[in-house]
């Protein structure tokens, strides 16, 4: 589980040190810690979820529609991240609502994703199983946020 969080966390000082590097450097380079978090994780999450042959053939096509899913919403946050890098020194109020307002949809989106896949996922599979997977993805998510929050910086007042 440490190279997702390192790949994260680098994504992360990536997405902030952006404004000083060529973007589409950058963004190449955030692409391929995506898809290597992506695949990480998707080995830890099938690891965690112990299922059975059969299961686990109806489970892994719907996860990886939901990971593809994910990443978008990645791309989004990664967005945000730059924009508030790129705002960082001259934070204005609109500039503040308005990275507030992403952060926010972006919020919403994740939950939404989350209750989407969690009612695909219970056509396929019991709800103790179900539970457990949105227990796997929230306890991975939540670390990987934790070591991606470290290198942003707090908003200026």
Request: hydrophobic content about 45%; aromatic content about 6%; overall charge positive.
């Amino acid at each position: 589980m440490n190279k997702p969080l390192v790949a994260l966390a680098a994504l992360a000082a990536c997405a902030v040190a952006a404004p000083a590097l060529a973007q589409s450097s950058i963004n190449d380079e955030n692409q391929v810690l995506l898809s290597q978090i992506q695949t990480d994780k998707r080995a830890i999450v099938l690891r965690g979820m112990q299922l059975p042959d059969a299961e686990s053939a109806a489970f892994i096509p719907i996860y990886d529609e939901y990971q593809a899913e994910q990443k978008k919403l990645a791309d989004r946050t990664i967005a945000v991240v730059n924009k508030f890098a790129a705002n960082y020194d001259s934070m204005t109020d609109d500039a503040a609502n308005s990275i507030l307002k992403d952060w926010l949809s972006l919020e919403d989106a994740r939950n939404g994703l989350t209750k989407k896949y969690a009612k695909r996922f219970g056509k396929v599979l019991p709800a103790t199983k179900v539970l457990r997977f949105v227990q796997i993805e929230n306890k991975l998510n939540t670390v990987l946020a934790t070591q991606a929050v470290r290198a942003v910086p707090l908003a200026q007042p």
